[in-house]
């Protein structure tokens, strides 16, 4: 079976041929008409002078107007010519002393041709040792019908294409055998180019995705090639980075309450204590076993919506009872922290996000909200729209989000330094599994600071 290389060979060498091919017939079909069309027009104009004769004496015998012969030089205006003049019955009266004995053919069509007053023009392949060309003229002369016929032999064209075709022959053997070799070195130089980056692209692995694929300068479509190649490199690259960060971040996050929680159990075991000290390290154990369990279930719905399991697209609720059970909610952890939320402004429009998609997003914003606000602070849950969107936003009155843990509060386990000196619980998951949600459902989720804290903004499409 051939190779994807020579089959692309054999394709550009096949319609080199067809295009040289078509490209000769085209030349030799144009010749051949050129060289026939000026026969005809010579004997047509021969035909002409015999008609004109009979024309202008009507009473002198008939006769065919040979040339003369004596010390004048000879004349090659009827060189090869034939000429005959017969009556409408086809009786011949008159002819040219070159055509001896013989008659020029008057056939069934040209006699009915003529007889209509049309000029018969026609091609006699076998006439001595030579095919002709005829043309047969009607006239009408002295009351009488004749049939002006002139003949001419189509050896010297028949030579002459002859010799055409063969020299166009054997230029398009030359010219495809030409473009063959340089199609066959043009092809071979590119796919030693593909070869060379498929070699380098092999010896690139997970252990050195930093490496990339040498690029030329050139700006032709294998340096695209090799530029799209190198990007993927990097994306997985990125990828591979993620994963890894990931797995040390959830290896961590798993072991510090664990080891908090068999440190705690060993203390306990040490020696007997009341029933009261008991109860509180059993408190302390289920606190750690439900931190473990929330970090469990934000991970396996991490998992469900990369997979697509999770996949609300089409859903759509509306934005003010979303909102208002949101808020909600929340009522009762805003006051038991003399928090004052406030629903601002919630339109009963309705958005492109499921209900279940919009509580998780939000409740999560207003739980970071609830615990980076301080006691007698103020959250305010607001929705606004802008053009074919709505922005749904939660504005808490906390310290703000700090310049550097901007970029990255976005990302699976990342939790700023305030987050972190304040002894305030979580994993660092909530903010990458909202920003998974939205993507998934279209959305975009914004962060940013204000003059007076942080404002989380959730932009979902209107129905």
Sequence with gaps: MLSF?????VIHSAAITAIVACAAFATWWGLSHEMNQQLDQALLAIADAEVSVLNS???????????????APPSLVRLDRLVQ???????????????????????????????????????????????LRMIAVPVHAGGKDYIVQVAGSLDDTVRIVDYATGLFS????????AVVLVANSMTKKVFMAIEDIASQADRIGDANLSERLAQSSDADEIAHLTGTLNQMLARLENA?????????????????????????????LRRERSPEAYRETLRSCLDEVCGITSMVEELLLLARIESGQEDDAGAQCNAQQLLEAVASAHRSAADAKQIQLVLDNAPPVEIRLSERAGKLILNNFLENALKFTGHGGEIRLSAS????????????????????????????FYRGQHAKSSGITGAGLGLSLVQHIASRAGASVVAANTGSGAVFTLQVALV
Excluded: W, Y
């Design 5 to 9: 290389r020579q089959r692309l060979a």
């Design 57 to 71: 004496a009507p009473d002198q015998p008939v006769r065919v107007h040979d040339q003369q012969t004596g010390k």
């Design 85 to 131: 003049i017969a009556l409408r019955d086809g009786t011949v009266i008159a002819k040219s002393q070159n055509l001896g004995d013989a008659d020029l053919p008057l056939t069934k069509d040209i006699l009915q041709q003529t007889a209509a007053n049309e000029t018969a023009l026609i091609t006699i392949d076998n006439f001595g040792e030579e095919p």
């Design 170 to 177: 054997i230029l398009a053997v030359v010219l495809v055998a």
């Design 240 to 268: 591979f980075l993620i994963e890894r960060r990931f797995t040390a971040d959830a290896s961590h996050e798993m072991r510090s309450p664990l080891t908090r929680l068999r440190a705690e159990i060993d203390i306990c």
């Design 385 to 412: 729209i802008a053009g074919k969107q709505l922005q749904i936003r939660v504005q808490d009155s906390g310290p703000g989000i700090a310049e550097q843990d901007l970029p990255h509060i976005f990302e699976r």
